[in-house]
């Protein structure tokens, strides 16, 4: 069965265990009510498409997603804990960091989705809202967002500049298919085939919670 989802061919992970992610990812952006190809974006935006659960990039995050200090302790954890996790645990605190913003029914676009991963308290303020200035920190941590060298960065810049990413780094394109992937369960040959497929998929998800 070939992969559905875009950048999931990414993944440092074999065949069978890129299906089973698809699977996970897709039915926690079914709950919240969004295409899962857009959080394969963000992931595959924040982690420069490497997808590696226990790198450190260069904001200063870990993991697929990746976890910052502050959004680490809101879920309880630490960054380091987050570092230790595989790919399916990962998704799991992805799923928790929806749940505790209630995000659910709230994502309509890509963009909103962006909004929703960085900055959830911002999702119904103005494109053109500033929300880091020089001098500070957070301006020079994002610096590379203001390309016009404003001396601060809007919203519509971090958006624009994560489209403009996405475009230069596909060859077709930005690949964020309008249709949700039709059936992301592989076929199996036996009942008893697709029984240990389920079975892993549910320890994936629970281990835990």
């Not at 230790?84 to 799923?95: D, P, S, T, W």
């Not at 989705?113 to 303020?125: D, E, G, K, M």
């Not at 060298?149 to 919203?155: E, T």
Request: glycine share 4%; aromatic share 16%; net charge positive.
């Amino acid at each position: 069965m070939a992969c559905q989802l875009v950048y999931t061919q990414l993944l440092p992970l074999s065949h069978q265990e890129k299906c089973l992610f698809e699977y996970l990812l897709s039915r926690i952006a079914a709950k919240y009510g969004f295409d899962p190809n857009w959080l394969m974006t963000i992931m595959c935006f924040e982690t420069i498409g490497q997808f590696k659960t226990g790198v450190y990039y260069h904001s200063g995050k870990v993991g697929i997603l990746p976890f910052s200090t502050q959004a680490a302790k809101r879920l309880g954890t630490t960054q380091q804990a987050l570092a230790g996790l595989n790919h399916f645990e990962q998704l799991m605190y992805i799923a928790l960091y929806f749940n505790r913003y209630n995000l659910k029914g709230r994502i309509r676009s890509f963009r909103e989705l962006f909004l929703a991963v960085y900055f959830p308290h911002l999702l119904n303020t103005r494109r053109d809202t500033i929300i880091f200035k020089s001098p500070s920190v957070e301006y020079e941590a994002n610096k590379w967002f203001d390309a016009e060298n404003k001396g601060y960065i809007r919203l519509i810049d971090m958006l624009e500049s994560v489209e403009q990413f996405l475009h230069e780094r596909t060859p077709n394109g930005f690949p964020i298919p309008k249709r949700m992937p039709i059936n992301l369960i592989p076929k199996f040959k036996s009942k008893r085939r697709y029984q240990v497929w389920m079975s892993a998929v549910l320890l994936a998800f629970f281990r835990e919670f």
